[in-house]
């Protein structure tokens, strides 16, 4: 069954819930290299996305997306999902379940008026069969 089929039960509120089919479709082509994308704790964002370039003993050489340069303990990488697990809507489905991806995942969501409602979802579903026994 199609996830477009599976958007009708929330009826208008479907695009603020989850990603269509072909916007799905069109982030499993993103290219995306998993051993050298990361995130590192920030100050003022929690976490940044970095391009690993370089890796010596404990220490990391990064590169922020602004262009710098930064030397980090490794212990501080945390691995970052690939662009198919952006705004999912089931955070136990992803690659790699860490601080960082949990808040990145639940920012773009937000920020994309996507609001996570897992609870909400699973309540619609009970109602539904609930109404379908009587």
């Known amino acids: 069954m199609s996830r477009l089929l599976d ?9 603020f819930l989850r ?10 082509t993103v290219a995306f290299d998993g051993k050298k994308r990361a995130w590192i704790p920030d ?5 940044i996305e970095v391009e690993i370039r370089e890796i010596d003993g404990d220490k990391v050489i990064v590169e922020t997306k602004d262009g710098k340069c930064l030397t980090v303990k490794e212990d501080d990488i945390q691995q970052m999902n690939p662009p198919k697990f952006d705004m999912i809507e089931d955070m136990a489905m992803l690659t790699h379940l860490n601080e960082a991806s949990v808040l990145y ?3 773009r969501r937000y920020s994309n008026w996507m609001i996570y409602v897992g609870t909400i979802t699973s309540q619609l579903k009970a109602k539904k069969r609930s109404a379908l026994s009587h």
Not at 7 to 15: D, I, L, R, W
Request: hydrophobic residues 40%.
């Open 7 to 15: 958007m009708k039960e929330f009826g208008e509120a479907a695009p």
């Open 43 to 47: 100050e003022k964002d929690a976490y």
């Open 19 to 28: 990603k269509t089919d072909l916007e799905l479709l069109a982030a499993q």
């Open 105 to 107: 995942n639940l920012r």
